[in-house]
């Protein structure tokens, strides 16, 4: 397999169409998974996919087309550039076109090849793992890691490089009819404490020693960082630009964006930085397609930290550079990892020390949106809900149906405890990298109660 | 030795596909996997062809033409299984693939206290399968996509009330070479689409919003569905959606509470999905997904005996449904599609299994589930078509259950889908809502949720529609495992009506 560098060239040298964009992406994946205290499935896979975006300029406008593929053949290269070529000069013109982005210095590590894993990754794990599975809680979970090492390569003479470590590890345990969940994202596993995560799994599991059932209705609610990532990370894949000024998103107001607007007494901040420590990310944009958020012919441009909300201000929206002139907005370029801050050093256990009677929840799950206009979301409490009574976990409460919107629930919130990193259960596979805060909401939503264990 | 599987189609697989020296690779790998002390190896070569048209407010926003393809080799080694792919279609990496293979497989045999047994399957060589389909959407040319989507796009845009425009279509076409050691050599070619536009309607002073999308399912068809001459009716479907938007828009909101529900199979065939389709995965039941995608209530201590919903509830799964999603020749287990039932009477009767777990049921052979969305992923099982039979003897009309509700709701279309983890609780939503009055249709309302729990839900069920109101409704993108896997499933239901299902206020809910 010739290195990704060098595909980049060889399509670039092929192109005859007026402008070019070549993305490859070289993927090294292992993974393990088991139930019951047993391995179930397990793997190592390697893979390349590339896309090549041909432009042609003329007086109408920029035509575009894109094709991916994942051949390695280089013999195979002139043909899938040739029909994206002619793809392109049927294409209708593009409604985001704008000149293509000018050459920076290259990456120093552009010809380098891709890293990779193996299963070793895994080795401690897995050992740890075993002496889990010898234990008396029945286990479940997943450990995953991917190292994409992606080059952007342009007619323009954009040569970029990044290598994203992504990895994740997530047991679930049971005991009798009590369930519990941990879960914790790392880049090489090197961090990862399975005996601390297996420490943590029990005590949840003791606190299910006793049971109580409750009824739907609002309760004072402890979302923990995870629970918040899922809800934060919802409301910012829902904060584009575009939409919000068409009149049709939850950040939409009469006549305008929500821009502006305070949403609650703390000042948190929800940001995206590819430089955060510990959650980086590509420091370059790269997208195949264009779509509400990103443009095609952004390529290349530089990330940047977004404050999307800023002290407890709607701050910022996504636009590309078009929908940006267009709306005489700030070009805003989303970002792979998010954070919320703004609240004290408080840990969660402090925050349940606080609590004279609420709800400690562990993740929610299948979160979908029920209504755009309110950005109303539904989902499900899972693995872990605990009644807090005089400061203290007293016992494992029913699974609850939730209708919450975390526009409303940042409004709402009380408290925010100390930001930390964490997995977010129910998006982690298209979202690993944030940190957040335990949050206090004062009257959280659940609508009905669940009979799921 | 066996080759029993009906063709569907006159079509044949690409020969592009066949030209690939898929039996050298497949034997390089199988031969290093045995060598390696495999006691079972298969192999797999898989293609995907997709594109992804967008277009908003008439415009293109992206097209996207993506290609995959790459091999596969799963070995078991002394109980354990392993699991390697690679993207090189080279002798060599095939035969580093299943070593690699093997080497997993060896690595992590500490960690595994089930050994694998395959149930056995009849060796089917050189056995071709070609879905059904009339017109290959990769022999289309882009521009006439575009201008079909277009047209259909200026339809809605034109019409007064609707302020914006999104249309799509996805098309894939998926090829695979299965070979294992037992001798089985099977290659398959699928196609499907899934078309979809919607309408937004926006009052920008008041800061109110509405959106409608059509109901055409996705298929598994060819680019023929979206032609004038398609099965769907794409000219009576865009002519309404303005009306019904408008209307909709200014429709009262919903009062909550135990409503009767006349739903629609456009409706009906998410909620089979989510509460019967998932909870009748054996692995789930099981615990294959406890972590992830979940378990079920449904387990197998409950089989023949557990009340699913009403007698008149009759469930079957089918790969071998024409257009169905799910429809394959063999799965990727090297198992013949079948059709089974999994509830009947209304009692719970089967699950969905593959060649691992159908020993684990006590059955000796599996009903072909198995499946793997990438060349880079392991085959898992994945749900057949799941569909709820209509009533075999009445031929009852959506105006005859209709007529049967003095005050309810005629629910049509899907939109949100949410359901636990052991597929009790869910909640739906839809894309219109029709006030039921004495038997009667009156408008629309709006803001409407209904959420219940799996089996109170079926034994509500007090009418099954009949054989003409039947539809196939479908998903390209079922999630399950991990690492994620997509799967593409169509459910067939008649339209049926539900007593006292709990509805709610969506603005309510939310606190408005």
């Not at chain 1, 920029?62 to 280089?74: G, M």
């Not at chain 1, 939730?402 to 979202?431: H, V």
């Not at chain 2, 020749?329 to 159908?358: E, T």
């Not at chain 2, 709006?446 to 959420?451: G, S």
Request: net charge negative; proline share 5%.
């Amino acid at each position: 397999m010739i290195p990704g560098y060098e595909v980049v060239e060889r399509v670039l040298a092929l192109a005859t169409a007026d402008e070019t964009i070549v993305i490859v992406t070289d993927a090294s994946e292992a993974s393990l998974r088991w139930a019951g205290n047993s391995m179930t499935t397990n793997g190592i896979s390697t893979s390349r996919r590339w896309a090549v975006a041909s432009i042609v300029r003329g007086s109408a406008g920029a035509r575009v087309a894109t094709a991916s593929s994942t051949s390695i053949d280089p013999a195979e290269f002139e043909s899938i550039v040739r029909k994206c070529e002619a793809d392109a000069r049927e294409a209708e013109p593009a409604e985001d076109a704008m000149p293509l982005v000018s050459a920076t210095d290259p990456s120093v590590d552009w010809d380098l090849e891709s890293e990779r894993t193996s299963i070793d990754v895994f080795a401690h794990l897995s050992s740890d793992l075993s002496t889990g599975f010898d234990g008396a809680d029945r286990l479940y979970g997943f450990a995953h890691h991917q190292v994409e090492t992606v080059w952007l390569g342009t007619s323009t003479g954009v040569r970029r490089r990044f290598t994203q470590p992504t990895g994740s590890v997530e047991i679930n345990g049971k005991r009798g009819d009590a369930s519990a969940w941990v879960g914790a994202g790392t880049k090489y596993f090197d961090d990862v404490s399975v005996h601390g995560l297996l420490a943590e799994l029990s005590t949840r599991l003791d606190w299910a020693s006793k049971t109580v059932e409750l009824p739907a209705g609002k309760y004072e609610t402890i979302l923990p960082s995870s629970a918040a990532a899922d809800l934060m990370i919802y409301l910012m894949w829902t904060m584009e630009g575009r939409g919000a000024q068409e009149g049709h998103t939850a950040l939409s107001r009469p006549g305008g964006t929500r821009i502006g607007e305070k949403l609650g007494a703390l000042p948190l901040t929800l940001f995206s930085d590819p430089a955060h420590p510990g959650l980086e990310y590509s420091p370059f944009l790269t997208t195949a397609s264009s779509n509400n958020s990103v443009s095609l012919f952004d390529n290349g441009l530089e990330t940047s930290r977004v404050d999307w909300i800023r002290d407890g201000v709607v701050n910022a929206l996504a636009y590309p550079r078009f929908a940006a002139e267009k709306y005489g907005a700030p070009v805003t370029v989303p970002g792979d990892n998010l954070v919320l801050t703004g609240g004290s050093d408080a840990d969660i256990h402090d925050m349940v020390a606080r609590t004279e009677r609420g709800l400690l929840l562990t993740t929610l799950w299948y979160i979908r949106e029920v209504d755009p206009a309110t950005l109303l979301l539904t989902g499900l409490t899972r693995d872990g809900v605990y009644l807090i009574e005089n400061g203290k976990v007293t016992g494992a409460v029913n699974n609850f149906r939730f209708n919450e919107s975390p526009l409303d629930l940042l409004r709402r919130a009380t408290e925010a405890g100390a930001t930390i990193p964490t997995l977010p259960r129910e998006w982690k596979d298209w979202f690993t990298r944030t940190a957040m805060p335990p949050l206090r909401i004062p009257d959280f939503h659940m609508s009905s109660v669940s009979a799921a264990q | 030795m066996s080759c029993a599987v009906t063709q569907l189609s006159d079509r044949h697989v690409d020969p592009e596909f066949l030209a690939l020296p898929l039996r050298e690779l497949a034997d390089s790998a199988l031969d290093a996997a045995q060598r390696g002390g495999a006691s079972h190896a298969d192999f797999r070569v898989h293609r995907l062809f997709s594109q992804s048209l967008n277009m908003r407010d008439g415009s293109v926003q992206s097209v996207v033409d993506g290609s995959e393809i790459g091999i596969a080799v799963r070995v078991v080694v002394d109980g354990t299984w392993g699991f390697a792919s690679h993207s090189a279609l080279t002798i060599e990496s095939a035969a580093e693939a299943a070593r690699t293979a093997v080497t997993v497989a060896k690595a992590l045999r500490e960690l595994n206290r089930e050994v694998v047994q395959l149930a056995p399957e009849p060796i089917y060589r050189d056995a071709t399968w070609v879905s059904a389909y009339d017109k290959d959407p990769f022999a289309v040319p882009t521009q006439e996509k575009v201008e079909v989507l277009g047209e259909y796009s200026s339809r809605l845009l034109s019409a007064d009330g609707v302020d914006h425009v999104t249309a799509s279509v996805m098309q894939v076409k998926e090829q695979t070479f299965y070979q294992d050691l037992a001798g089985s050599s099977i290659t398959q070619q699928r196609v499907r689409v899934h078309p979809q536009l919607e309408g937004t309607a926006v009052d920008q002073s008041a800061g109110v919003f509405e959106s409608m999308r059509t109901l055409a399912p996705p298929v598994s068809r060819g680019w023929e569905y979206l032609e004038a001459n398609s099965t769907w009716n794409w000219d009576d479907e865009l002519a309404q959606i303005p009306h019904w938007l408008a209307e909709k828009i200014k429709s009262p909101s919903v009062e909550p509470g135990p409503t009767d529900l006349v739903i629609d199979p456009t409706n009906l065939w998410l909620t089979i999905h989510e509460s019967i389709g998932h909870a009748t995965e054996y692995d789930r039941a099981i615990g294959y997904e406890a972590a992830y995608a979940g378990t079920s209530f449904a387990t197998p201590d409950k089989l023949g005996t557990l009340q699913y919903g009403n007698p008149a509830m009759h469930v079957t799964a089918d790969r071998t449904e024409r257009h169905g999603l799910a429809t394959v020749g063999y799965d990727d287990d090297g198992v013949a599609a079948q059709k089974w039932d999994l509830v009947r009477d209304g009692i719970l009767v089967g699950y969905q299994l593959d060649r691992v777990f159908a020993p684990r049921m006590g059955l000796e052979r599996s009903n072909g589930c198995s499946y793997a969305d990438s060349p880079h992923h392991v085959p898992i099982q994945r749900m057949a078509n799941v569909s709820l039979e209509p009533d075999p003897v009445v031929d009852r009309s959506v105006d005859d259950l209709i007529a049967a509700v003095d005050d309810g709701i005629y629910v049509v279309g899907d939109r949100s889908w949410s359901i636990d983890m052991q597929r009790y609780n869910f909640q739906f939503t839809g894309q219109r809502f029709f006030r039921i009055r004495n038997g009667r249709l009156e408008g629309q309302v709006r803001d409407v949720a209904y959420q219940a729990t799996t089996t109170d839900f079926w034994g509500s069920m007090e009418l099954v529609g009949g054989a003409s109101t039947r539809r196939l409704g479908g998903a390209f993108n079922c999630g399950k495992a991990q690492p994620g896997q997509v799967a593409a499933v169509s459910h067939g239901c008649p339209a049926a009506l539900f007593r006292g299902v709990n509805v709610l206020n969506t603005r309510s809910e939310a606190g408005q």
